[in-house]
Every structure is written in structure tokens, then in C-alpha cells.
């Protein structure tokens, strides 16, 4: 017989302590502690180490939750599953996006989904900097990182060219770079990582070798929107993904420089939990995602990089 309170149990193990397993509950503080120590009397066995200030599991309590952990989550699941294909897919669908990529890759495919799924609602957090998607309580995330959880599971998802590109008014006054190293003699447009606070390095292919080179000049930019409008504005040369000068490339106002050097596509990644048994409209987002950015990304890479 599988004791009630072994949810109640897994709960306490994931949020650390028993309030925080409460409030995810919602029941109180009391009933989380009697329902534990029912469980212990019925297994005989204690779980938890208990101090005024910390909570942390027996040996008993580490193999009970090894052996169940995984069984009940997947049940879990089973349920929720069966319920999803007896209903429309509704609820609260909360997404990480890298901003400047999420605005121009992933937002255009939202009418499309939206509309024919109209009782799920989008959350959609569009931000540069790498957070948790666990900790953060996201369903799904796209970008080049999230986080090393192993808990997650990513699949490719869209293949960005990075590009270095300077105006055309800014070549006519200053002239063209034509190696990397000719680079020290312009002013480079930085990119600082919102979550590392570092400059991003900018990787070149020399001789079959990749080599990194830290972009020097006089402005420094948090966001990929606001480096493309510096070099519209001939400040300097900067570097982006081709998605995002596409247009200032194809009516001629930008140049794509030291294309001879350009490095592979970078690789974006969808990520979402690695539960075997995903919510419906976790499923249907990542399925609609996936079968629509197809085109796009095959018109910019196969197609477009190599006619401008």
C-alpha cells in the first residue's frame, strides 16, 4: 500500500524545508510536519535530521526519495496527461527569452499559436540575462545557455549567424577592416552579458583556428536592439546575429565585415523539463515552435547568408 503522505514527503525534499512545501501544498506548516511524522511511523524509519535552523534527510530519507521520487512525479504526470486529453489545453504558459531574439525569431510565431490555442495564456520574459528555469518557475526557455540542471532536456532549435557589420557612412569615413587585427584600429561597439557583466569576446576562424578578440572602443551596450541602432547611427562596428541586421543588410545601409572570418552558427536551444509526461499546452507550445521556425531558419542560413 503507497502511504498518502509520500507526496507530502517529496514535496519537504524539493523546497528544502516544510513551509516552502506548504505554500506549494497549500495546506499549513502543521499538517506538512504531522503528515511527515505519520510517514515515519508508518515506514519506521526517520527522514529528516531536525535543528531549530535546518532540515536535511536521513540515509533512510536519501534512498526513500531515490527509489520514489522519479515514480511519483511520473504519476503524477500520467494523471495530468489523461486529464489534458479530456479538455482544451488552457492555463498559464510562462517562457524565457533572450530579448532581442525572442522579439524577432520566436514572437512573430505567437498570433499563429494564440490563435489556435486561445485559453492558453503566454508569459513571456524577454531578457538577455541567463536565469534558472526551475528557480524562476518557467515552463520553457529558449537561448544558448539556461543553466546546467539536469533536470532539463534541450533540443536545437534555431542555428544564428553571428556577423560583424559596420553602416556604409561609417566605411566611406573610416575604411573597412580587412583582418581581425585591423580591428584595433576602429571602434568596436561591445556587448556586456547581463549575467556575467563581462564583455562578450567576438570569435574569429584564422587558419582553421578559432580565435577571440576583445572588441575595444568607446561604447558599451547591455542589449543587441541598441547595438544595431548604434551602428545604424555610423558610431561603429558591432557584432549581432544576420537575423538581426537582415534588412539593413538587404537595402545596402550595413556591410557585413571580415566575412572571410566569420565563425559557425551558433546553436539556440529549446529547453523544458525533462518529466516524461509534459502538461498539453507545454507540448503544444514547444511543437508549434519547432514546426514553425523551420522556414525561417532555413531561409536564413541556407539561402540568405550566402546571397548577401
Known sequence: MIPNQLNTFIAVVKNGNFSSAARQLGVSSAAVSKAIAQLEKTLELRLFHRTTHSLTLTEDGHELYRRTGHLVEQ?????????????????????????????????PLVPSFLEQYPDIELDLTFDDRIGDLVKEGAD????????????????????????????????????????????????????????TGRKRTWNFRIDGELVQIEPQGN??????????????????????????????????????????????????????????????????????????????????????????
Open 75 to 107: 504519476l503524477e504526470d500520467q494523471i495530468r496527461l489523461s486529464t489534458d486529453k479530456q479538455k482544451a489545453p488552457s492555463g498559464r504558459l510562462k517562457v524565457n527569452l533572450p530579448d532581442s531574439f525572442g522579439r524577432m525569431v520566436v514572437l
Open 140 to 195: 520553457v526557455g529558449i537561448g544558448v545557455m539556461l543553466n546546467p540542471d539536469s533536470r532539463l532536456i534541450a533540443r536545437d532549435f534555431y542555428k544564428l549567424q553571428p556577423v560583424l557589420v559596420a553602416s556604409r557612412n561609417y566605411i566611406d569615413q573610416h575604411g573597412e577592416p580587412q583582418t581581425p587585427e585591423d580591428l584595433s584600429e576602429h571602434n568596436c561597439i561591445a556587448y556586456r552579458s547581463p549575467t
Open 219 to 308: 561604447l558599451i551596450v547591455n542589449n543587441l536592439s541598441a547595438a544595431i541602432k548604434a551602428v545604424e547611427m555610423d558610431i561603429g562596428i558591432s557584432a549581432v546575429g544576420i537575423g538581426h541586421a537582415k534588412s539593413c543588410i538587404e537595402l545596402g545601409c550595413f556591410r557585413r565585415v571580415l566575412r572571410n572570418y566569420e565563425v559557425d552558427p551558433i546553436q539556440i536551444m529549446i529547453y523544458y523539463s525533462s518529466r516524461n509526461y509534459l502538461p498539453a499546452k507545454t507540448r503544444l507550445f514547444i511543437d508549434h515552435m519547432l514546426d514553425h521556425v523551420h522556414e525561417e531558419r532555413t531561409i536564413d542560413l541556407d539561402d540568405m547568408i550566402h546571397e548577401i
